[in-house]
């Protein structure tokens, strides 16, 4: 019998929230998300990098060097394919199971793109 085992690291919405707020964060939240969909609505204090300038190869933003990353998307899918893709370039990431949707759920702050409350798109 076959069992799947999956080998990239998922972390809770509270767990991502924790290593990535507060006065000395130890992760940065990385927001794989297309830009209207993070313009709409994104955790306060994200680092945005679409998953397909990603796929491309596009550098990371500074903001994120040398830091562990914490990978968000919508619903969990795409920020699973990001950490992957990380974590194959040499980078310490997981990614958050539910994305936006179980952040939002779990009633954590969404901001838009001028710092207002925001929504997910």
């Known amino acids: 019998m076959f069992l799947f085992r999956r080998s990239q690291p998922r972390v809770s919405v509270d767990q991502a929230r924790s290593r990535t707020s507060g006065d000395r964060p130890d992760a940065v939240l990385l927001d794989v998300r297309e830009k209207p969909e993070w313009n709409a609505g994104h955790a306060p204090g994200t680092v945005h990098m679409p998953l397909s300038k990603l796929v491309a190869g596009a550098d990371l933003p500074t903001e994120t060097s ?13 920020s699973q394919q990001a950490a992957k893709l990380l974590t194959q370039r040499g980078r310490e990431a997981v990614d958050v199971k539910g994305g936006m949707n179980a952040w939002i759920a779990a009633g954590h702050p969404v901001v838009d793109e001028r710092g207002n409350s925001g929504q997910i798109a």
Do not use: K, Q, T
Request: charged share 25%; hydrophobic share 30%.
């Open 66 to 78: 040398g830091r562990p990353l914490v990978v968000i998307c919508r619903s969990g899918h795409r």
